[in-house]
């Protein structure tokens, strides 16, 4: 079956460093890839998506590429904010829908001054 | 942009009784909610997918007498967890999906209630 494996976190970092959070993936063909951030005390929210091989999904300086190859979907950001702390889940649907998300363990993010 | 409540946010129960939990959809209408369970430091896992005026439909191994869906209008949900046990104990987080456009939507989630049987 489907499944999704992200880095274990937690993620230390102090302002305005440079962010990475891998995340591969297995599944039959195409599915499409997101990436989900939870804030404290808040519901999952969509941070960015892609759908086909080597899309770029961007969002808040966030971004991520789609890598059929390596089936990988990692998570960068060039400069982090303590804003940024959350939790991240890196998740993957059947192609042409959002339903039947997998997603993996969710990796946190502490970023400090 | 869409928000999704759920109510109550934690709940400590006996053992043996029976708990419900709601999620709202505030600002859209949603055909297609869907409940997720989450263990401590473990991913989301999807329970099951309820679509409005049908059945839910549960995921292999998710007892769907214990776990009692229903989803009544275009903007309710509940999850009732039926004579409840400690290791029921968990973080229950739903999601709703917009009834408008194409099947491809968005899923919006709740932020989840933590439930302890005691």
């Known amino acids: 079956g489907d499944s999704v494996t992200q880095m274990e976190g937690p993620v230390t970092l102090s302002e305005e460093a440079f962010l990475t959070i891998n995340c591969t993936y297995t599944a039959t063909g195409y599915p499409s890839l997101f990436w989900y951030v939870q804030y404290p005390g808040e519901g999952l929210q969509l941070l960015l998506k892609a759908t086909k091989a080597d899309d770029k999904g961007s969002n808040k300086g966030f971004e991520a590429t789609y890598r059929k190859e390596t089936t990988s979907f990692h998570l960068e950001k060039g400069s982090v904010q303590v804003s940024d702390s959350a939790v991240y889940f890196c998740a993957l649907s059947p192609p042409g829908t959002a339903s039947k998300l997998t997603f993996g363990t969710g990796t946190r993010l502490q970023v400090t001054l | 942009g869409a928000v999704v409540s759920q109510h109550p946010s934690w709940v400590i129960c006996k053992s043996g009784t029976s708990v419900k939990i709601e999620c709202r959809s505030l600002?859209?209408?949603?055909?297609?909610m869907f409940w997720y369970r989450q263990f401590p430091k473990q991913s989301l896992m999807l329970m099951a997918t309820?679509?409005?005026?049908?059945?839910?439909?549960?995921e292999q191994g998710v007892e769907k007498d214990k776990f009692l869906i229903n989803h009544a209008s275009l903007t309710l949900s509940t999850l009732t967890v039926t004579s409840a046990h400690p290791e029921d104990s968990s973080f229950y987080i739903c999601s709703a999906r917009d009834a408008g456009g194409l099947a491809g939507r968005e899923q919006y989630f709740g932020p989840g209630t933590r439930l302890t049987v005691t």
């Open positions: 309820s679509n409005e005026g049908s059945k839910a439909t549960y």
């Open positions: 600002d859209f209408q949603a055909t297609t």
